[in-house]
């Protein structure tokens, strides 16, 4: 099968579906090989597979117009030969795990085509811009389980290196390509230009930039990009009386929001118009480094949110004993966890103050992988429900570091699959047969201390840190959060999240990059940056990882 080497030249081969897509044929009813091929119809069925495109039924007029430098058509069921070549695998399991010819095969992964078993000669000539191609070493999948714990220290398990001198110079920005969704995409962009949602019975629904959306044939691509007369959440003015009616019943339906009653609407409505003010007021300030919006949050009072969201209702106690570990070496400049793969999903922790959980499972779901090459993910409700004597109170809140303690002295956490998240504090029910991962140790950030704390995430893995969450930050949408609100000391933070990375803006502004805990559709993709180097909010005063 010939290798595509561009984008743009693989998107070429989906030219030749002009004729095809236009028409309704009835060998497109089946899903399957074996259907295709013993299918009744007066014409003959054949199986087109391609590394293009999704393997699919055609009549054989339309077989015919299929170049074959790319597509291989069968008209008749036949014992696959022994060897397949690279080609045969479809997961990334059994891919990166067999060879063709003695040499490796890749599992390669684009936004442009589904991710696809290669030979080495194939994956070198794949552009890296659209293509990232794993061979065993990196081939790692996040589980929803683990259930033998030798498997954890098998010596057969692929180890991440930690050395990043690598890749940590390579930009932040992901471009179109990262968002996989038409909401994600259509609001973002790249290079200062608008993404675009490409549509197409061919190939994938895909994100695209401007420049690769101009040149996809027409006949086959749908591309939209940002409705220009849609609603901006960012609002940059009070909304007129007259308006306010109509812009929250756009936001209701937005975010799928319903009231019980005519008087519940009338008193929501009334929140929303306070948190529309504080939202206008402060995106109209001219040095602003960063932007709000009205989000899911936004028909919430800030004391609501914080009992629901936050519920830290007493002082947190971040006085753990500093354990150090940390040798002074070279640090890099910048880095990003994300880029490196080991950074599990964004979750939601819902209404329940439960964030410290959120941030304890994040961190140990990438010390588990850099340290064992196992990505699992890990039960916040195991925490919720188990870490009282710890110093936790479940969705009233707790510390990161108390919560790695728990799991040292326990004998592990459960996985997530075994112990399922419930947004509410329940009986404990921890099974030492689930455990997915344990804690030899953990370390405690010198409290205040930035340098320590850059030293760790740039050398070591994502940090669970803890800050004040001010008013103002529920809305956060992009830029860099440098609040002159919110306190620093250790009795004053609420919120526990994870910094899986650092960097600086382009005028020289240096912040944090941190995962929240308030869905993927908060901030930046369920992220946000905040300023580092003056400890912000306090994000430096109880900040600690475990050793798994």
């Known amino acids: 099968m010939k290798p595509m080497t ?7 081969a989906a030219a030749w579906m002009i004729d095809v897509v236009a028409a309704s044929y009835k060998c497109h009813s089946y899903n399957s090989k074996d259907a295709c091929l013993k299918s009744l119809d007066e014409k003959p069925c054949l199986w087109c597979s391609s590394a293009a495109v999704p393997s699919s039924c055609y009549e054989d007029d339309e077989a015919a117009q299929l170049p074959p430098g790319v597509f291989e058509c069968t008209k008749e ?7 397949h070549g690279c080609h045969f695998y479809n997961t990334e399991a059994s891919c990166v795990q067999n060879t063709e010819g003695d040499k490796p095969c890749f599992w390669c992964k684009s936004a442009a085509v589904p991710s696809q078993c290669y030979n080495e000669t194939e994956a070198e000539q794949l552009p890296p811009a659209v293509f990232q191609c794993d061979m065993m070493q990196k081939a790692l999948v996040f589980k929803a389980d683990v259930v033998d714990l030798a498997a954890l220290a098998s010596p057969n398990v692929p180890v991440i290196p930690v050395d990043s001198e690598s890749w940590w110079l390579d930009p ?21 230009k608008p993404c675009y949602w490409c549509k197409s019975a061919a190939v994938p629904s895909t994100c695209y930039n401007e420049t690769e959306a101009k040149q ?44 019980p009653s005519v008087e519940e609407r009338q008193r929501r409505a009334e929140v929303f118009y306070d948190n529309a003010k504080l939202v206008a007021q402060h995106n109209q300030q001219v040095h602003a480094t960063y932007t709000l919006e009205l989000n899911k949050f936004a028909d ?15 002082p947190q106690n971040c006085s753990a004993a500093h354990t150090a570990r940390l040798v002074a070496k070279d640090v890099p400049e910048a880095i990003d966890w994300r880029r490196w793969g080991a950074v599990s999903p964004v979750k939601d922790q819902g209404k329940c103050g439960s964030c410290w959980t959120f941030s304890s499972t994040g961190c140990l779901e990438s010390h588990n992988l850099l340290t064992h090459g196992k990505k699992v993910l890990l039960s916040e409700q195991n925490l919720i429900d188990c870490a009282q004597a710890f110093d936790n109170h479940g969705c009233s809140g707790g510390l990161p570091s108390h919560a790695f303690e728990y799991v040292k ?32 140790d953990v370390v405690n950030i010198t409290s205040r201390d930035e340098t320590e704390l850059r030293m760790a995430v740039g050398t070591v893995g994502p940090v669970s840190i803890a800050f004040q969450v001010a008013s103002d930050f529920r809305f956060y949408k992009e830029g860099v959060y440098d609040s002159t ?27 944090w990059i941190v995962k929240n805990s308030w869905s993927a559709k908060w901030g930046l993709q369920g992220y946000f940056n905040i300023a580092r180097d003056k400890n912000m909010c306090g994000l430096a005063d109880c900040a600690s990882y475990p050793l798994v």
Not at 175 to 188: D, P, Q, T, V, W
Not at 221 to 241: G, T, Y
């Open 6 to 12: 561009t984008l743009v030249g693989l998107l070429a």
């Open 300 to 314: 919430t009072t800030w004391d609501e949110f914080k009992q629901l969201y936050l519920g830290a209702s007493t």
């Open 485 to 511: 609100v919110c306190q620093s000391g250790e009795e004053d933070v609420n919120h526990a999240v994870l910094a899986v990375g650092y960097n600086a803006t382009e005028d020289g502004r240096k912040y």
């Open 409 to 440: 002295y326990n004998g592990g956490l459960d996985t997530g699959a075994s112990y399922p998240y419930h947004a509410k504090d329940e009986k404990c029910r921890f099974s030492p047969a689930s455990v997915g991962v344990k804690v030899l």
């Open 216 to 259: 996809l044939p027409p006949a086959i691509f749908q591309c939209d990009k940002e409705d220009s007369h849609a609603i901006n959440w960012a609002l940059v003015e009070i909304p007129s009386p007259d308006a306010f009616a109509a812009l929250f019943s756009h936001w209701a339906a937005t975010f799928n929001v319903e009231y």
């Open 172 to 192: 932040v920005n992901h471009g179109c390509h990262f968002y996989n969704a038409k909401e994600s995409c259509i609001h973002n962009t790249e290079g200062g």
């Open 77 to 83: 069921t036949l014992e696959a030969p022994p060897n």
